[in-house]
């Protein structure tokens, strides 16, 4: 039985990120494994950000910026504040006042 700490506060709780413990990126309910090599997960973030760039096209998406951006922030400090601040903002707005 995993702990309340370790584990998701609500059953019905979704999560957004790199899950540390076994390297898994976790989009809800979705979990896909990541390279451990960070020249590998750098490669693929800068990739899915290139073909969001090119989300006009059939295929890629406008999807595959953030994805890229969620991926690069678990090796760039920089990318990895932006995303925090952006989570610390959603969870603001998102409170009742």
Excluded: Y
Excluded at 24 to 37: A, D, F, I, N, T
């Amino acid at each position: 039985m995993t702990s309340r700490k370790n584990g998701p506060k609500k059953a019905g709780e979704k999560r957004f990120g790199i899950d540390h413990r076994d390297g898994k990126l976790v989009l809800g309910s979705l979990r896909v494994p990541m390279p451990r090599s960070r020249i590998a997960r750098m490669t693929t973030g800068a990739l899915l950000i290139f073909g969001g760039v090119l989300g006009f096209l059939p295929v890629l998406g406008f999807w595959m910026l953030p994805l890229g951006f969620l991926v690069l922030s678990h090796d760039l400090p920089i990318a990895r504040r932006w995303r925090r601040r952006i989570a610390v903002w959603w969870h603001r707005r998102k409170r009742p006042a």
